[in-house]
Structure formats: C-alpha cells, structure tokens
C-alpha cells in the first residue's frame, strides 16, 4: 500500500457545458427571453457575481410520451407558456409498433411506456445540467455518465450555442420540481428515496429529460437513460422508478486476502451504476477489525479508507465499517468498550458515519470473569453480555454523535423461527439496532418471504439486512468461480426486510457481474429476470453483445454458472446440452448427425481454447486478471476434450493413427489443466488466525470436459 497522507480531494468545476448559468443562456434562444431570465434569477450567485454549480432553473415546455404538447406552468404562477418556443409533436413512426424492437431493460423500472420522441444521438448532443447534486464530485461523475451515454452511441457533446441536433436535460431534487414543466401532464417525479422520472420530448430538437427524487435517483436515472439507446437511438419512453429495497449492496465479509484498495475503489464506482448504495467493510483477514481489533488503524491504512470514503460518497453509497471484535472482547470491560470507542472516533474523523459489530464466527460462550459475573454462565449469557456491549454502543455514543442506527452480525446469524439466543436477543436489545442474517443455513439456496418474517419477529427487529452468502468463494469453494446471476431469492422479499448485501468472490472483478444482478433484484425483485439480468451483466464485461469476444465470454461463464447450494443453476448448460447431444448421436447410425453434433461441440471447445488470447479484450478492467488460472484451466480442458472427440471420431471411423495421436494431444493438454494456479491465502480454522497459503487447482465446466477426456480413455481401452 501507498505511504501518503489523508487529503480532502479538491472540488472540481462542473464541465462547461453543465453549468447552469451557460445552460441559461443557451436555452434563451430556444425557449424565450423570459424563461432564460427566470432561470438566470433561481440560479445562485457567488460574491462576484458568477454562478455557482447547483443553481435550479424553471420549467419549461414538455410534450406527453406520445408527442401531445402540455404547457408547463408559468415562472410566474399565471399558466401561460413563457417563450415562443413550444413542444412540436413527435415524428411519425416513433412508437413502439413502428419500431423493430426497443432496449431490453435488465433493471426494470417500477413503470416504462415505451413510445413518444426519440432521440438520435450519433450527431451532436448537448447536456443541460439544472444542478442538484449533493458535491461537485458527484456532479461531475455523473456528467462523466451522461457523457458516455453520448460518445457511446457515436455522438459528440457540444455547448447549447451550438444548436445540438439532439438535448439532454438533468435535475435534481429542488431542481426537479423546478422543472416539472419538462414532464407529460399527470407525471411527476416519484416521492420515494433514490427516485426518478424519464421522459422524451421535442422542444426545437428532440430532448429527453431526466429528473430525480435526489441525487442518487438521478444518477440511477442516468444508468437507465444508457439502457435506453439501441444502435445510436435513444428510445422514446416514458419511465418512473425508485428502489424497493432501502438497503443494496455489499458486504466485503470473506475469509481470504482482502480486496486491494484499487479493487475497492472500482468497485464502489460499479455500485453507484448498479444502483447498489451500501458497501459493508468487514474482510475476515483484515487484523485492525478482527485480532488487533483495539489497535487504531495506521497512518497508511487509514488514509486508504478516507480515500474510500470520498469514493463512495461520489458514488452514492453508504460506506459501513464493520468492527469484529468477539474472538476475545470482555463485554463487561469499560477498557474494551473505550477501545470500540477510539476506534470508532477514528472513523468518524474520516467521514464514516455507518457503523456496524460483527459477532459472527466466534466462540460461543462468554469469555472472561467479569461477563461470567454480571451475565451468568447460561447458554444465553453470551447474548446477554453482548447485548449490554451493543446497547452502551448505541446510547451512548451513537444516538449522542447523530448517526444511524448500529448493524450487528449476531453470533447465532442463522435459522428461521425463534431460539433460546434469539429470543434473549429480543428481549435484551435496543430494538432500533439493525441485525444482518444469513437465511437457514450460512449458505441458503432459497430465501423467501415467509422466512424472513419469522425471523425479524424471533429477533423482534424491523431492520433485518440479509448476508447473503453468494457468490462468495473462500474455504472450500476457494477452487472455483460463480459467475450466474442470483437466483432464490423471494421476488417479495422487500416487505419483509430492510436490506440484502452480497457476500462476493476474493476476486472483486469477476465478482461485478454477479454484483451486477443483485442490483436488478434488489431494484425491484417482482420484475427480475435472471435470464436477462445474465445477459446484460455479460454485455457490461465485454463492452458488446456479439461477435467472437462475446461468444467467447459466453463459453467461459457457461462454465461457471452452477452453484454447489442451488439446483436453479444447473450444471455448465450450454456445454452439458452439447456433450449430451454428441453422445447421443455416437449411439446411433446416423454419421452425418455424428459429425453435426461433433461440430457444434467442437465450435464450443475452440473458443474455450482461444479464451486466453480473446478475453483479454474484455472492457472490464481487472476482470481479465481475476479470471486468468480458470480461463487458462478452462482453455487446457477444451483442448484435451477436443482432443478427446477427435479420438472418440477416430475410434468410430476405425483410425487407429488417428486414435492414437488424438490421444496423446488429449493426454498431454489434461496434464497441463491439472496446474495449481489459484493462490488462496486465509486465516479461516488456522492456528493463532495466521494466514496461510496454498496453490489450488481451478475448476471449471463442473467436470464435464475431463468427462469427455475420461470417456474417450474408456473408449479406446474398449
């Protein structure tokens, strides 16, 4: 880690053309004299008479999602439009009908019509900020967002002056309301937190304007603006959403090393575009939350934090610490309860506001005389005395300091339904402490509805935040990549809990497109489509949607979308669906259906083979790295089940050469797939909790490529 010191980072201007006075002057032109004047008046002035960033502007003209002009209400209260410019109806055959598809939206919002104005923005696009962000790192994050929206589809952002063939507009909070001009009659920006309203319009230019409840519906606004645009065209719609869930993210909780700061940085920065907005810092292995736990977090280290906080606080996330101090705290000890304290004072000097106690994974009796004494030696007393620890943390220094409720990780974390712990828990503990809990198992194929309300009554608690443990990959899983979309998971499980975080893998990147679908689920579980929430996390790592970088991806996640806990996630699909119908056509006569199948398999084991070149190509920073001794593993399988069909083909054609030579490539490439390539490093069920070790072999494709090297052995042995 880099040596450097704590440093506040230095605002940066809004770009040029998401200044709110330039905006003002732009739309004069557009909208009249009177609304740029109004504009003018509601944006804020600095002492010398420039403005500042966030200023709000008035309404102006809006047209409904089918092109139906609506005046907006006048600066002035009368009604009455404000500029010669009105909304013109939008061009014919701009609804869904006249159009051969519209964008698929993998994060469904809570409502979309598609239809009205759209937008084409492979020409010149301007970007019209009305301010409303909470920081200028924020606004100009989500310029940055917006931009891309642009650049991406081949367009060119230019200043308003220049007479864009195409408009965005973006507001937030006051601003919003300031601006409920731009929206169709009847639609108004949602009520709810982290809110958003979209709509596309024609004023002069076609427009699309986005409009959030606050900052961070904005800037989910602006993801869904992205998803919106197909081959260059942002499509017309009309869209109204906001987050079911409160709580959506996170939680760093794994045995193993611990994320790298970078790792961390890109990660919180993937959160705010997946809407996910809490990040729960509790590595396993990181020793100033778990065995020095009393310690104060170094110079280095502590610098490396604030420079998370800055991130997510840019990113729209809530960055949560999370003190693991069970393995050998005496609850009862003013000393250790002052040592919570310092700890958390530290924190709280760097801008952590969210604070959480994890006691799970530890011993579980109480542990020193004093507990013994003021709690007993129940089976309980543990509860009791951590109870007694957990209160004192929240009545005594959060409430006083104004910061949200204390998290806890309980030690009995899981189980639904009530239990000698659980209940003593109800009884003895500030019912406003929020309690995370992992579902019947610590790992859980499925978490219903049903199950969470039994378990927020056993703890008595309205702020139940799932841990759940997927795609996590320490201890034993440490062998293999989850790569598929999360499934199990009760589409109505937001009535009954605040919360859902995700435990994810020890490599960051690879974990992104898992990350990807809790953000869809979490967002609004009744819509999710795990199907779709796949694919378009899929599309985020290649940067595309077809060709050879995109097959290939495809092949490689196959390989790796089972999950040991689920019988949803079958076992390597697409590639078990070709190695059955290869076998299937070796038991007939048919030659010609022999080699098709032969074909197709072979299709799939040559981009496999090609993965180590191909998937280097990938947008993801990062991931690439991540996934490097799989696709290595994975490319030396395909290769000797390529092989291994070459032998199976030659056995039936009665080429012993051939047999014979398929074999010895066969063997050789298993031979080179059996490498140790994954170093895994963890403290989990280790002397004195010190890191070890070791070299593991990767698995891929759930066994069936070295199924098809051992069916071929059987074959010419036969």
């Given at each position: 880690?880099?040596?450097?010191?704590?440093?506040?980072?230095?605002?940066?201007?809004?770009?040029?053309?998401?200044?709110?006075?330039?905006?003002?002057?732009?739309?004069?032109?557009?909208?009249?004299?009177?609304?740029?004047?109004?504009?003018?008046?509601?944006?804020?002035?600095?002492?010398?008479?420039?403005?500042?960033?966030?200023?709000?502007?008035?309404?102006?003209?809006?047209?409904?999602?089918?092109?139906?002009?609506?005046?907006?209400?006048?600066?002035?209260?009368?009604?009455?439009?404000?500029?010669?410019?009105?909304?013109?109806?939008?061009?014919?055959?701009?609804?869904?009908?006249a159009r051969s598809e519209v964008p698929?939206?993998?994060?469904?919002?809570?409502?979309?019509?598609?239809?009205?104005?759209?937008?084409?923005?492979?020409?010149?696009?301007?970007?019209?900020?009305?301010?409303?962000?909470?920081?200028?790192?924020?606004?100009?994050?989500?310029?940055?967002?917006?931009?891309?929206?642009?650049?991406?589809?081949?367009?060119?952002?230019?200043?308003?002056?220049?007479?864009?063939?195409?408009?965005?507009?973006?507001?937030?909070?006051?601003?919003?309301?300031?601006?409920?001009?731009?929206?169709?009659?009847?639609?108004?920006?949602?009520?709810?937190?982290?809110?958003?309203?979209?709509?596309?319009?024609?004023?002069?230019?076609?427009?699309?304007?986005?409009?959030?409840?606050?900052?961070?519906?904005?800037?989910?606004?602006?993801?869904?603006?992205?998803?919106?645009?197909?081959?260059?065209?942002?499509?017309?719609?009309?869209?109204?959403?906001?987050?079911?869930?409160?709580?959506?993210?996170?939680?760093?909780?794994?045995?193993?090393?611990?994320?790298?700061?970078?790792?961390?940085?890109?990660?919180?920065?993937?959160?705010?575009?997946?809407?996910?907005?809490?990040?729960?810092?509790?590595?396993?292995?990181?020793?100033?939350?778990?065995?020095?736990?009393?310690?104060?977090?170094?110079?280095?280290?502590?610098?490396?934090?604030?420079?998370?906080?800055?991130?997510?606080?840019?990113?729209?996330?809530?960055?949560?610490?999370?003190?693991?101090?069970?393995?050998?705290?005496?609850?009862?000890?003013?000393?250790?309860?002052?040592?919570?304290?310092?700890?958390?004072?530290?924190?709280?000097?760097?801008?952590?506001?969210?604070?959480?106690?994890?006691?799970?994974?530890?011993?579980?009796?109480?542990?020193?005389?004093?507990?013994?004494?003021?709690?007993?030696?129940?089976?309980?007393?543990?509860?009791?005395?951590?109870?007694?620890?957990?209160?004192?943390?929240?009545?005594?220094?959060?409430?006083?300091?104004?910061?949200?409720?204390?998290?806890?990780?309980?030690?009995?974390?899981?189980?639904?339904?009530?239990?000698?712990?659980?209940?003593?828990?109800?009884?003895?503990?500030?019912?406003?402490?929020?309690?995370?809990?992992?579902?019947?198992?610590?790992?859980?194929?499925?978490?219903?509805?049903?199950?969470?309300?039994?378990?927020?009554?056993?703890?008595?608690?309205?702020?139940?935040?799932?841990?759940?443990?997927?795609?996590?990959?320490?201890?034993?899983?440490?062998?293999?990549?989850?790569?598929?979309?999360?499934?199990?998971?009760?589409?109505?499980?937001?009535?009954?809990?605040?919360?859902?975080?995700?435990?994810?893998?020890?490599?960051?990147?690879?974990?992104?497109?898992?990350?990807?679908?809790?953000?869809?689920?979490?967002?609004?579980?009744?819509?999710?489509?795990?199907?779709?929430?796949?694919?378009?996390?899929?599309?985020?790592?290649?940067?595309?949607?077809?060709?050879?970088?995109?097959?290939?991806?495809?092949?490689?996640?196959?390989?790796?979308?089972?999950?040991?806990?689920?019988?949803?996630?079958?076992a390597s699909p697409g590639l078990s669906?070709?190695?059955?119908?290869?076998?299937?056509?070796?038991?007939?006569?048919?030659?010609?259906?022999?080699?098709?199948?032969?074909?197709?398999?072979?299709?799939?084991?040559?981009?496999?083979?090609?993965?180590?070149?191909?998937?280097?190509?990938?947008?993801?920073?990062?991931?690439?790295?991540?996934?490097?001794?799989?696709?290595?593993?994975?490319?030396?399988?395909?290769?000797?089940?390529?092989?291994?069909?070459?032998?199976?083909?030659?056995?039936?054609?009665?080429?012993?050469?051939?047999?014979?030579?398929?074999?010895?490539?066969?063997e050789q490439a298993a031979q080179e797939?059996?490498?140790?390539?994954?170093?895994?490093?963890?403290?989990?069920?280790?002397?004195?909790?010190?890191?070890?070790?070791?070299?593991?072999?990767?698995?891929?494709?759930?066994?069936?490529?070295?199924?098809?090297?051992?069916?071929?052995?059987?074959?010419?042995?036969?």
């Open positions: 880690m880099t040596n450097h010191h704590t440093t506040r980072p230095r605002p940066r201007r809004a770009p040029r053309h998401l200044r709110p006075a330039r905006a003002a002057r732009a739309i004069a032109s557009l909208m009249g004299v009177a609304l740029a004047a109004h504009l003018m008046a509601c944006t804020p002035q600095a002492p010398d008479g420039s403005t500042t960033g966030n200023g709000a502007t008035s309404p102006s003209a809006a047209s409904s999602a089918t092109g139906e002009a609506v005046s907006p209400a006048s600066p002035t209260g009368s009604g009455a439009p404000t500029g010669p410019a009105s909304p013109e109806p939008s061009p014919t055959g701009s609804s869904p009908e698929v939206l993998a994060r469904a919002p809570q409502s979309v019509e598609w239809g009205g104005q759209d937008l084409d923005l492979t020409g010149t696009v301007s970007i019209i900020s009305l301010g409303g962000q909470d920081t200028a790192e924020q606004e100009a994050e989500l310029s940055a967002a917006l931009t891309e929206v642009v650049t991406s589809a081949g367009g060119t952002v230019v200043e308003e002056e220049a007479g864009p063939q195409a408009r965005i507009v973006v507001g937030t909070g006051t601003a919003s309301a300031a601006a409920a001009g731009y929206l169709p009659g009847g639609m108004t920006v949602p009520e709810q937190a982290e809110g958003y309203a979209i709509t596309t319009t024609r004023v002069g230019v076609p427009t699309a304007v986005l409009l959030g409840t606050d900052a961070a519906g904005t800037r989910y606004g602006a993801t869904t603006l992205s998803r919106m645009v197909l081959d260059g065209t942002l499509h017309g719609a009309t869209v109204s959403d906001w987050p079911l869930m409160t709580v959506r993210g996170v939680v760093e909780g794994f045995y193993g090393a611990p994320w790298s700061h970078e790792a961390r940085t890109d990660v919180l920065a993937f959160m705010g575009d997946q809407a996910l907005n809490t990040y729960i810092y509790a590595p396993k292995d990181d020793p100033y939350l778990r065995t020095r736990w009393r310690e104060l977090y170094p110079e280095a280290e502590l610098s490396q934090m604030a420079g998370l906080v800055a991130a997510a606080r840019t990113h729209h996330v809530d960055l949560v610490v999370a003190l693991s101090p069970g393995g050998d705290i005496c609850y009862t000890s003013q000393a250790d309860f002052e040592a919570t304290v310092a700890v958390f004072d530290q924190l709280r000097s760097i801008g952590v506001t969210r604070l959480a106690v994890a006691l799970d994974d530890i011993p579980g009796s109480v542990g020193c005389e004093s507990d013994r004494a003021a709690h007993g030696e129940s089976p309980t007393a543990l509860v009791a005395a951590q109870s007694s620890y957990l209160n004192r943390l929240q009545d005594e220094y959060l409430r006083p300091n104004g910061l949200p409720d204390l998290i806890v990780v309980p030690t009995e974390y899981t189980g639904t339904g009530p239990s000698a712990a659980k209940t003593t828990q109800a009884r003895t503990l500030d019912p406003s402490v929020r309690v995370q809990w992992t579902g019947e198992g610590i790992v859980t194929e499925a978490i219903t509805s049903q199950q969470a309300a039994e378990t927020a009554q056993a703890y008595d608690t309205d702020g139940l935040i799932i841990w759940d443990n997927y795609p996590v990959n320490d201890g034993d899983n440490a062998e293999r990549l989850f790569l598929g979309a999360v499934t199990g998971r009760d589409p109505h499980l937001h009535e009954q809990v605040e919360g859902l975080t995700s435990n994810p893998m020890i490599q960051a990147y690879a974990s992104m497109p898992v990350l990807a679908s809790y953000g869809s689920y979490t967002l609004n579980g009744p819509a999710y489509d795990p199907v779709i929430a796949q694919d378009e996390a899929m599309a985020q790592v290649a940067g595309t949607r077809s060709g050879p970088l995109w097959d290939t991806l495809e092949a490689f996640t196959d390989l790796s979308v089972s999950w040991p806990f689920s019988e949803d996630m079958p669906a070709d190695v059955v119908a290869f076998e299937t056509a070796l038991e007939g006569d048919d030659d010609q259906a022999v080699d098709s199948a032969a074909q197709t398999l072979q299709d799939r084991l040559a981009l496999l083979s090609q993965a180590p070149t191909t998937l280097q190509g990938v947008q993801v920073t990062g991931y690439y790295e991540d996934c490097e001794p799989w696709i290595l593993a994975a490319a030396d399988w395909a290769d000797a089940a390529s092989a291994a069909v070459d032998l199976r083909l030659a056995l039936r054609a009665g080429d012993q050469d051939g047999a014979t030579q398929a074999a010895e490539r066969m797939a059996e490498t140790a390539r994954v170093v895994s490093v963890s403290s989990e069920d280790t002397p004195d909790d010190q890191p070890v070790e070791q070299s593991l072999v990767p698995e891929v494709g759930d066994g069936l490529l070295a199924q098809l090297v051992e069916d071929a052995r059987a074959a010419q042995e036969g």
